[in-house]
Every structure is written in structure tokens, then in C-alpha cells.
């Protein structure tokens, strides 16, 4: 009895509905229209493509590193003979031998080139900006430990050592290095070492473009990787 009384006020109370419905009393639920999506513009496109593609901003973020470092060596290198020259371009360090200058001082130009970069790719990260250069900063890239550490002191100079030994191109004071060692010892030292760092460096860029977590050589070697914040 029960049962069929629930049944009756159901459907008394559906058809009550129903009758207020027709009569406009009970609105329709009205369901929202979206708007079109915005067109975007191509340069939109292209940065959203550029954001998205972790091995081109990686390499946008390594050109700008190239540039501020390449001022940092040029500055110590190439300015003062150019000062001490009148006004001639640096072709190699033996030119500075040229000019009277002996050996050691021009190794002392290397080393402090060599001191400079560092601190940009070691001291920079660690005391101004964690796990960033000005390149990584402006990309909003971070080098961490393979654990999700932050990379310490330690690990970001295993990682600038291997690439300032091992990748050539990365690094505007690899050059002027290989020349030293070239000045020092003989040219076929040089010769080999930049035929060997031109391989790795190419082994390298395969490693960041296909392989896990876009690891570079110097990535691997010091435990660390990149990504994006």
C-alpha cells in the first residue's frame, strides 16, 4: 500500500511539474554558449611553440650564456691587445708574443678569463639566481641534481669543467685555452684536443636533443639535468 501510494504522489507531482512547465512557470535550464576561441597571432603561436620545445629554449637560453660569457673573455683577452696594438685585431695568442709579451702574462690572461666564466656559471647559480645563468634566468630554466636537489657548488663546476674540456663550441674561453696549451706545448696537442671536443661536442647535442630528460654530455657527467620552472 505504501509502495503504491509513492508511486501515485510521483507521478501527481510530475505531472504538476509538467503543467507549470507549459505554463512558463518553471524556466529551462539555459546552457551557456563559448565565446569562439581568439585567434592568435603568429608571433603567439611561435612563442608558445618555442616554450613548449624544451631543446630550442634550452639553446636559446646556451646562445645568450655564449654572448654574456663571450664579453667576459673578450674583455680580459682581446681588449688589451687591441689597447696595446693601436687598434689591431687579436688573430691568436702567439700575436701577443709579438708585442714583447712573454708567455706566462699571456697565460695569466687565459687564467683570468678562466676565473671569470666560472663565476658566471658556478657563482652566478649559486649566489644570485639557484641553477641559473642570465640565459637560464630569462627562460625560466633551472639546474638541479638528478634527485631534485639544488646543484651545489661542487656539481656546477664538474658540469662547466666538462663542458670547457669536452664541448668546444659552449664556451668562447675553450679557444683561447686550446691556444695556450698549443703556445705552451705544441700545436699537435692543440690539433688533437680540438678534433676530440668537436666529437663530444656533437655526441653531446645528440644526448640533449634525443635523449632522456634532454641531458647533455656535461649534464651526465655531473649528475644534473634542466628543466623548466
Known sequence: ????RQKKASKRAASERAQRKRAGEIESPQVEKKAP???????????????????LVRLIAGVCDFLVSGVLTLTVIVVPYYWMSGGQNLGQLGDYLALGITKPMVA????VALVLNWCYYVLVPMRK?????????????????VNGDEAEIGTLTVRWLCALLAETPVL????????LVGLL????VMTTWQFVALVTTIISFGMMVAGMNHRALHDRVAGTWVYRQ
Open 1 to 4: 500500500m505504501a509502495k503504491a
Open 37 to 55: 576561441p581568439k585567434k592568435q597571432s603568429w608571433i603567439d603561436r611561435m612563442s608558445e611553440r618555442i616554450y613548449k620545445s624544451t631543446v
Open 108 to 111: 695569466l690572461l687565459v687564467l
Open 129 to 145: 639566481w639557484p641553477g641559473q645563468t642570465v640565459g637560464k634566468h630569462v627562460m625560466n630554466l633551472e639546474v638541479v641534481k
Open 172 to 179: 668562447t674561453v675553450t679557444p683561447y685555452l686550446m691556444q
Open 185 to 188: 706545448t705544441n700545436s699537435a
